[in-house]
């Protein structure tokens, strides 16, 4: 089994920075795809992110581009999102989910998901 936790959410004024974290346990978090997905009230949760085991390929929703940036530290079994640029729109939980197969910007692509934490940009 993996087990995914999410750190580092709060809250943060528009144009602030946040970065969070998703730990791994149980497995070797290496061999995973792992990415990032939001949901804020009343709406669908949505792709931001994700990773390839690799390291060597990444994709952004286009509302986060150029100002988010999504990477892995395999020896700490860890996976960052590194969030600039904060808009009051970028509120919502924020998940981080491992998969092995299928398109990284899909939520059926992913067996495991963390609990998610609060990310709350005000203006």
């Known amino acids: 089994q993996v087990q995914l936790v999410e750190s580092g959410g709060g809250l943060v004024q528009a144009g602030g920075s946040l970065r969070l974290s998703c730990a791994a346990s149980?497995?070797?978090?290496?061999?995973?795809?792992v990415g990032w997905f939001r949901q804020a009230p009343g709406k669908e949760r949505e792709f931001v992110a994700a990773?390839?085991?690799?390291?060597?390929?990444?994709g952004y929703a286009d509302s986060v581009k150029g100002r988010f940036t999504i990477s892995r530290d395999n020896a700490k079994n860890t996976v960052y999102l590194q969030m600039g640029s904060l808009k009051p729109e970028d509120t919502a939980v924020y998940y981080c989910?491992?998969?092995?197969?299928?398109?990284?910007?899909?939520?059926?692509?992913?067996?495991?998901w963390g609990q998610g934490t609060q990310v709350t940009v005000s203006s």
């Open positions: 989910a491992a998969g092995r197969f299928g398109p990284t910007e899909l939520r059926s692509t992913y067996d495991y």
């Open positions: 990773i390839s085991w690799t390291s060597s390929i990444a």
């Open positions: 149980g497995r070797t978090f290496s061999s995973y795809h």
